[in-house]
């Protein structure tokens, strides 16, 4: 059984940051691509970002590049989310997701494993 657990949301101002984690519990943690969604009230899911097992090809939304960075530490079976310049467009549910396969994704059909979502609030 495959465990995803997000943490690290909060409450920041705007211009602020916030560094989401996501353990995965399980075997074979370096096998999967790993993701990152939201999804705002009212909203779709939104693809965030993603990273392949290696950790060297990532991908971001455009509305997050050059803010956020995402990273992986395989022997700690964890990914990350580092969220600078925040806004309150950023506010949501963050979600992590983990993918069998080689090819990273932007399409949340694609990946199989969800965490339960990290609440991150950005006020003005």
């Known amino acids: 059984q495959v465990q995803l657990v997000e943490s690290g949301g909060g409450l920041v101002q705007a211009g602020g940051s916030l560094r989401l984690s996501c353990v995965v519990s399980?075997?074979?943690?370096?096998?999967?691509?790993m993701g990152w969604f939201r999804q705002a009230p009212g909203k779709e899911r939104q693809f965030v970002s993603n990273?392949?097992?290696?950790?060297?090809?990532?991908d971001y939304a455009n509305s997050v590049k050059g803010r956020f960075t995402i990273s992986r530490d395989n022997a700690r079976n964890t990914v990350y989310l580092q969220m600078n310049s925040l806004s309150p467009e950023d506010t949501a549910v963050y979600y992590c997701?983990?993918?069998?396969?080689?090819?990273?994704?932007?399409?949340?059909?694609?990946?199989?494993?969800w965490g339960q979502g990290t609440q991150v609030t950005v006020s003005s």
């Open positions: 990273i392949d097992w290696t950790g060297g090809s990532t």
């Open positions: 399980g075997r074979s943690f370096s096998r999967y691509v």
């Open positions: 997701a983990a993918r069998l396969g080689a090819v990273p994704t932007s399409f949340g059909r694609d990946y199989i494993y």
